[in-house]
């Protein structure tokens, strides 16, 4: 029997080494078509995450035109909510969403939310760069309202209202809202009154303690930096924020006749300097 049996063995196994060999040649193949390339490419080339920080009397919808413009480019974004509580509760909330974002970050701060995002950045390496959108950028110590009122020109102390809110541990707290009828003039003059009715009305107020909070180690001092001046700004007063950009050594664009709301009325000009720095520093 032992006579038969190595032959047919011999006779089977023949075969079955072509099959082997083709089998192989089909898994190499796939591992090396272009379709398994580009993802491997895509792991290298990814876009980095956009993260957009609105600041006092608005709201993450503020960012909604540069959001469309950023996602049509492949970025991806994300525009949380900004408490406008107090600085360091706001930083460390912005600080833990940014924990939760692999990859590299490009932080745009306007407003209020520059002096959040300058705070929040710190000890995060992913973090590649700072946008400032008419937005403070404070020194350690000094606080938003610091700032307006070291340059003339500011509308916001003139047009301010207040509202009084109770604490979780007790007591009460300041909100400031800006006056509904001084809104178009001091928050976003280059938009049509009918937006900005819309916007008075829908504003979010901000506690006098975020805008009174000090700021803590600017991460500006450690991460390149960009910065968009609203030349035509009635709340942060242009040569404050042009003071900003210079003291943080900002890559600097201006646009001479935009309002404060700079993300809206030239969402064009606000998504290439954040896209420029997504390059820049990617």
């Not at 006579?3 to 190499?28: G, Q």
């Not at 590299?104 to 959040?116: D, K, M, Q, R, W």
């Not at 309202?145 to 009460?172: H, N």
């Amino acid at each position: 029997m032992s006579a038969h049996a190595s032959p047919k063995t011999s006779r089977l196994s023949r075969p079955a080494i072509p099959i082997l060999l083709a089998v192989l040649a089909v898994l190499v193949t796939a591992l090396s078509s272009p379709a398994a390339a580009s993802t491997a490419a895509s792991r290298h080339t990814a876009k980095p995450t956009v993260v957009l920080v609105h600041g006092a009397f608005a709201d993450a919808s503020s960012w909604n035109k540069v959001v469309a413009r950023l996602q049509g480019a492949g970025y991806p974004v994300i525009a949380p909510a900004n408490p406008l509580r107090d600085l360091a509760g706001d930083a460390a909330y912005l600080s833990s969403i940014v924990s939760t974002i692999d990859g590299p970050v490009i932080l745009v701060g306007h407003s209020y939310g520059g002096a959040v995002i300058s705070n929040a950045a710190i000890g995060h390496p992913n973090v590649k760069a700072l946008v400032f959108v008419a937005a403070f950028a404070p020194e350690e110590a000094e606080s938003a309202l610091d700032l307006t009122g070291k340059f003339p020109g500011s509308r916001l102390p003139t047009s301010l209202i207040t509202r009084q809110y109770p604490l979780p541990g007790g007591g009460t707290g300041t909100d400031a809202y800006i006056d509904p009828a001084a809104f178009h003039a001091a928050f976003a003059a280059d938009l049509p009154a009918r937006d900005t009715a819309l916007m008075a009305a829908t504003q979010r107020p901000a506690a006098l303690a975020a805008l009174g909070s000090p700021s803590g180690p600017p991460a500006w001092k450690t991460i390149p930096s960009w910065y968009l001046v609203a030349g035509a700004d009635q709340a942060i007063p242009p040569a404050a924020q042009r003071f900003m950009a210079e003291r943080a050594g900002a890559h600097t664009s201006e646009v001479r006749d935009a309002s404060h709301v700079i993300m809206i009325s030239r969402a064009d000009a606000t998504t290439a300097l954040i896209t420029a720095a997504a390059r820049t520093a990617g």
